[in-house]
């Protein structure tokens, strides 16, 4: 599986794409990546986009977009959840995470 990191500013048709603050470190400096490498990028907007690590610079990563691909992230099946629902700050607990869920 690819690597996927997030850009705040909407990709759309641009031919670079940048990375900076959290993300580019976790790029360079946890992930070690160098000049050259493939990584996957999501805006937020449905689609990835493919890139290459161009010019990587003290808090930002300047990226190549290779190519776009829309992504379908519904799953393809219908799920029911049956539970009882505990007391105090479990049910709380249990109705976050069945919203996280969709």
Known sequence: MSRRYFVESPIRDAAVATLVDAEAHHLLHVM??????????????????EARIERPRRGEVELAVLSREAVDRELPFDLTLAVALPKGDRQRWLVEKLTELG
């Open 32 to 49: 070690r990546a160098k000049v050259g490498e493939q990584v996957t990028l999501f805006d937020g907007s449905g689609h990835e986009f």
